[in-house]
């Protein structure tokens, strides 16, 4: 970083094109770290969600609720909750976009989710 600010401030010297170029190195020093870690054991995890059926119960208790009327249209709110309660994977302690766009840390109770922005938000 140091040498990218410094190179563009110089970019119109000599000076400033060797610290950009060593600054490029750098980028690329980090490329190839990345892309050895990607191809890890464990670096990229696939989480199961729900079934489709799933989707379809809990449609189907949404349209108890808004279509029945009287007390058993309440009956339709235990058939959407199904979708929620379903058994799912722990998720993972630490968790990017394919993208990099966001990113997310979960330490105990609490989760730092990472905006595109570099804002942060504690859950």
Do not use: N
């Amino acid at each position: 970083m140091p040498c990218l600010f410094l190179g563009t401030v110089l970019s119109g010297t000599l000076v400033g094109t060797w610290l950009l170029k060593l600054a490029g190195l750098g980028l690329l020093g980090v490329r190839y770290i990345s892309d050895y870690v990607a191809v890890l054991p464990g670096s990229v995890v696939t989480m199961p969600s729900a079934p489709a059926y799933v989707a379809v119960i809990a449609m189907i208790g949404v349209l108890v609720i808004c279509l029945i009327r009287g007390p058993f249209r309440w009956v339709g709110l235990i058939i959407a909750l199904s979708i929620v309660v379903w058994p799912r994977l722990r998720p993972p302690d630490v968790w990017i976009d394919s993208e990099g766009g966001s990113a997310a840390i979960r330490t105990g109770k609490h989760c730092l989710c990472l905006a595109p922005k570099g804002q942060a938000l504690w859950l």
